[in-house]
DNA sequence: CTCTTTGCAAAACATTTGCATGCCT
DNA sequence: AGGCATGCAAATGTTTTGCAAAGAG
C-alpha cells in the first residue's frame, strides 16, 4: 500500500482528504508498524495541538473500513499498522518493544487443516512475537 | 486440570478458598469454555447477589497468575477459561458465537520455522475461529 | 489473632456519541 | 451551498486502586 492508493481510496469513496487524514496517511507510511491511537494523536499534536481523540478514532475506524488499515489487539489496546497491500493473505512477526511488524507468507491453515466437519472455521489468527534485532541489540 | 487441582493450588500458595472463589472454580470446570468478566459475574451473582467487579478482577488475574486460568483478548474484552492442563502446549478452535473451544495439539512453530537469527521469538498466537456444531446448527 | 479477602466508592483508561461549528469540493 | 469533518463535552465500558470492615486459618 502506498500513499497514494489511500488517496485514491478516499476520493473513491466521496470522503474528502483534508490535511489532518492525510498527515495520519503519511504517519502510517512512514512508521509501516503498529501503533495506538495515543502514539498516533501523540504524534500528530505536533502539527496539529489541538487534535483530539474523537478525531483520531474516527478516522482509523474509517481507515480500517476501507482497508487502509491492518489492525490486532495488544495488551487492552487496538493497534493500526499501514495495510502491507491485500494482494495475499500474510502473518507478521511482531516486535513487542517497538513493534515493528516482518511479514510472513506461510499461513498454518494452508499447510495443516483440512476442514473439520464439526466446525465452521470463519477465520484465524497467526502472530509471532519476540524483539526485532534492533531491540535486541538495544539489550531488551 | 480438574477442580481438586485447583483447590490444591491455592492452599499451597496460602491462599484462602473462600465460598466465592470456589463458585468461581466451579463455573470454569463446568463451563469448559472463555468466559468475560461480566459473564462470570452475572453467573455467580445468583448465589451472591452484592458480588461486584472488583472483586471478580482480583480473583481471575490471582487465578491467571497461578495458572488456573488461560486467557485471550476477544472484542476488546478479556476471556478467561479453566487451563487445559499445562502438559502439552496446545491451541484452540474458539467458537465466536459460544466460546466454546476445541484444543488440537498441532503447533504451527514446531511444523515450519527455524529461528530468523534477524529476530528473537519470545511468544506466539494461533487461534482458529468459527462456529462449533451446536451453533451451526442454530443457524447464525 | 493475624493476614487475606471483600465491598464500596472513586478513579483510570480506552473508546464512542451528540451536537454545533467549520471546512473541503 | 451542501455534506462531510472536526472540536468540545459528556458518556460508556472495562479494569484498577485505596481504604476500612469482614472473614478464614
Redesign the pocket.
Known amino acids: 500500500m502506498e500513499i497514494t492508493d489511500a488517496l485514491d481510496l478516499l476520493k473513491e469513496k ?8 492525510e498527515k495520519m496517511v503519511r504517519l502510517f507510511s512512514e512508521k509501516r508498524r503498529y501503533l ?3 502514539e498516533v494523536l501523540l504524534d500528530m499534536q505536533e502539527e ?1 495541538p ?6 483520531i ?3 482509523l ?1 474509517l481507515f480500517e473500513e476501507l482497508g487502509l488499515l491492518e489492525t490486532t489487539e495488544f495488551k ?3 493497534q493500526y499498522r499501514f495495510s502491507c497491500g491485500s494482494t495475499h493473505h500474510h502473518h507478521h512477526l511482531i516486535c513487542t518493544k517497538c513493534r515493528k511488524t516482518i511479514s510472513f507468507e506461510m499461513c498454518p491453515m494452508n499447510v495443516i487443516f483440512g476442514s473439520p466437519k464439526d466446525f465452521m472455521i470463519t477465520g484465524h489468527k497467526f502472530e509471532i512475537y519476540g524483539y526485532c534485532s534492533d531491540c535486541m541489540e538495544a539489550g531488551v
Open positions: 466521496g470522503y474528502k482528504y483534508t490535511g489532518k487524514r495506538s491511537a495515543k496539529y489541538n487534535l483530539s481523540f474523537d478525531t478514532y474516527r478516522n475506524t487492552g489496546e487496538k
